[in-house]
């Protein structure tokens, strides 16, 4: 063979190898296609309770247990997890463009964000490249729409609508039919202003009569007095959103104003079950622990049903001894998000599992969606069912004071979002005038303000709206030049 010709089919060998068409390059294809990409968005700040020293213990010890069960994931599959501060705002949407029109590699699986505003532009971009998004967050009511822009994303933590509707169900046991929503509204990612929002939707659906009141608890010009005095103007069901101490002094000045004694009830929302917000105790050692301890015989706490399993105990203590290493001490190790996120990487291997099975890939985003939907399966606290919406169904628990002389606090009833059925334990007895509470049907209050909005509160400010489609519009054409 003349030495040109070798060394021009040497050329072309070499030139084929590169670009994929040798053993080499098809056995390099064959593990990329078994290369799970995974993009975690979330807060490196560790004053959220979703930031990434408090989640990435628990995605990875998901990751560890379907690796070493051998059962998890296909033979030969393995995730490759990045992790990006998504400072709960645009950077979320900057660090999937990065990825994608930058480096040249598109994620198969979205993690987070959890915040509403930055989740929204990750999640239509989500939809637009075909990749699913998993999420403990992006709970306000407007994630609900799946049919367009929201069509990836599945939520593993139960939404504030699903709140909503545990809440309609103990409105109905007790035959009411009107509420006052009162809610801090005072932290960026304003989650009490969401919650309230999905209890809005979903009592507005059924015509409930309510009265809204919000407040910034950060204000140095809040009196708490002024705002329980206003509560009596309204209705006589209070539903309320705010951080444990707060809620305490709401307690303490009712109790001083006298609407402790029957004829309103009072229920808190405890948020992800953390401590944060909405916890229920009275007790703080303080000179007030008599009259809080009084007081909170008429108020209701409302959180995620609680289960406790021997694996759980163990994910406990290693998320804890990896977030301690951080050098965070705290009260609570384990939330909601912790558990989502974990829970997320599960269904994720079992979606991916069906869609193996009928041919298509892990490039097959919406069909991975779609097996994330109508599923149940058990998660590191108990069992996880996700609704043909893409939404996990609520459990909640409601705890009430069980011995007004001891202070005891205990849980009196159940509600499961799956079966939509509320349980009330034995032998309890309310301490509210039940008749007094139905009175005055036909009143009408007059102090209602900052109504939370009837859509999903993600387009209350125009300034945002227009920044944030600015930059999905500059994302999906940074795209578009990349890969044309």
């Known amino acids: 063979m003349p030495p040109w010709l070798l060394g021009s089919l040497c050329c072309v060998l070499a030139a084929r190898a590169a670009l994929g068409g040798g053993p080499a390059g098809a056995e390099a294809a064959a593990e990329e296609e078994k290369l799970i990409r995974v993009l975690v968005l979330l807060p490196q700040d560790d004053a959220y309770l979703f930031s990434l020293g408090r989640v990435r213990p628990a995605i990875e010890y998901a990751v560890r247990s379907l690796r070493e069960s051998g059962a998890g994931l296909p033979p030969g599959y393995a995730f490759q997890l990045t992790y990006e501060d998504s400072a709960c705002g645009n950077r979320a949407l900057f660090s999937l463009v990065d990825m994608v029109a930058l480096q040249r590699r598109r994620p198969d699986l979205l993690l987070g964000p959890v915040c509403e505003y930055a989740a929204a532009p990750v999640a239509r971009l989500a939809a637009h490249w075909d990749v699913p998004m998993l999420s403990a967050g992006a709970l ?6 799946k049919g367009g822009e929201y069509s990836h994303l599945t939520r593993v933590a139960p939404a504030y609508a699903k709140m909503g509707e545990m809440l309609l169900a103990l409105f109905r046991h007790h035959q009411w039919s009107r509420a006052t929503l009162l809610y801090s509204d005072s932290n960026p990612e304003r989650s009490c202003y969401f919650a309230m929002e999905g209890v809005h939707v979903v009592f507005q659906e059924e015509a409930f009569h309510m009265a ?18 206003a509560l009596q103007t309204g209705e006589r069901v209070v539903i309320m959103c705010a951080s444990g101490d707060t809620i305490r002094n709401i307690m303490l000045a009712a ?7 029957g004829d309103y009830a009072f229920f808190n929302i405890e948020l992800f079950n953390s401590s944060s917000y909405g916890n229920g105790s009275w007790r703080r050692g303080d000179k007030h622990d008599l009259e809080a301890k009084k007081a909170y015989s008429y108020l209701q706490t409302v959180t995620l049903l609680r289960t406790v399993k021997p694996e759980f105990e163990k994910f406990s203590l290693e998320v804890k001894s990896s977030v301690q290493k951080q050098g965070l001490h705290e009260d609570d190790y384990v939330n909601m998000f912790v558990e ?15 869609v193996l099975k009928f041919g298509f890939s892990k490039k097959d985003g919406e069909k991975i969606v779609q097996q994330t939907r109508n599923r149940t399966y058990e998660g590191i606290a108990g069992q996880v069912s996700i609704d043909a919406n893409g939404d996990r169904y609520g459990d909640f628990s409601v705890i009430g004071m069980t011995d007004p002389e001891a202070g005891t606090q205990e849980v009196i009833g159940d509600y499961y979002g799956k079966q939509g059925r509320f349980e009330i334990r034995s032998n309890v007895k309310y301490p509210w005038n039940h008749g007094r509470l139905r009175l005055d049907e036909s009143r009408v209050s007059e102090h209602t303000n900052n109504t939370p909005c009837k859509s999903c509160g993600l387009g209350e400010s125009a300034v945002t709206g227009i920044v944030v489609g600015a930059l999905l519009g500059a994302g999906l054409l940074m795209a578009f030049y990349f890969f044309r």
């Open 140 to 145: 306000a009511a407007g994630f609900g729409a």
């Open 212 to 229: 809204v009141h919000s407040f910034d608890e950060s204000s140095r010009h809040l009196d708490l007095d002024d705002v329980v005095r």
């Open 255 to 261: 109790y001083r104003q006298g609407m402790t004694n």
């Open 340 to 354: 989502g996120f974990h829970d997320a990487i599960l269904l994720y291997a079992l979606a991916l599992q069906e």
